[in-house]
């Protein structure tokens, strides 16, 4: 499709268990981030990559949590350890990188929802 | 650090009722602002923007936003809702030097217009 892609949509984990969380992007956006939605709460900015390069991981709340995106499109976060703080909506969005192409908008994914029991 | 806040976190008003969504964000450089909005079952979408120019933006759908720099308020209007508007709405900075390319998100409102 042309949208932005997350699987899978639900995800119920029990406490200590890893979980893993794709994003697949637009085409052609070099720029990606992953945000964390909790109940009644905006998005909160977890990590962005432009291409494969992670350039800002300051949101990401824990060791425990580690975003990849190794050949610059497809990304995952993955979660060890999950604790039920971790219940939470996981979304991912792309755009354009540089400031001149640069429209800031972000095109998000339906998320990944995640309960941690 | 830049935050963004959102006045109202429920909002409930009756069909061709006019609308204003406060948000005020806390950062004094230049910044771009959003308002995104999310209707039930449906992802994130963008319904306008303000990057420099006229202060008064319109979107999609018959909404338009104000940026008064001064009061580092950017709000919401729609001059008369439908039911179909129900939905979450965001507010968003996005402050390019110092957060690169991330956006900074308000709360939320979320908005039911009863039919």
């Known amino acids: 499709g042309a949208g932005v892609s997350q699987s899978p949509r639900y995800k119920v984990a029990k406490r200590g268990q890893d979980v893993a969380l794709r994003c697949d992007p637009i085409?052609?956006?070099?720029?990606l981030f992953w945000y964390q939605q909790a109940l009644g709460q905006g998005p909160e900015f977890l990590t962005y990559?432009?291409?494969?390069?992670?350039?800002?991981k300051s949101g990401l709340p824990s060791d425990r949590f580690f975003a990849e995106r190794p050949e610059g499109s497809v990304s995952t976060l993955k979660i060890q350890r999950t604790q039920q703080e971790d219940s939470a909506v996981y979304l991912c969005?792309?755009?354009?990188?540089?400031?001149?192409?640069?429209?800031?908008?972000?095109?998000f994914g339906e998320g990944s929802r995640l309960t941690v029991l | 650090a830049q935050s963004v806040s959102q006045h109202n976190h429920h909002v409930i008003l009756s069909e061709a009722a006019s609308l204003e969504l406060g948000c005020n964000y806390s950062y004094g450089g230049t910044v771009n602002l959003f308002w995104y909005v999310q209707y039930p079952g449906q992802h994130l979408q963008l319904l306008l923007k303000y990057f420099s120019g006229d202060p008064l933006v319109k979107g999609i759908k018959g909404f338009e936003a104000e940026f008064i720099k001064s009061k580092f308020s950017f709000n919401l209007r729609k001059p008369s809702v439908q039911w179909s508007d129900t939905a979450e709405y965001f507010c968003a900075v996005n402050d390019l030097l110092e957060y690169g390319n991330k956006l900074v998100f308000g709360a939320g409102t979320i908005l039911r217009v009863k039919s």
């Open positions: 990559f432009q291409n494969e390069a992670q350039l800002d």
């Open positions: 085409s052609g956006h070099v720029s």
């Open positions: 969005a792309s755009s354009f990188p540089s400031v001149s192409a640069n429209t800031g908008e972000l095109f």
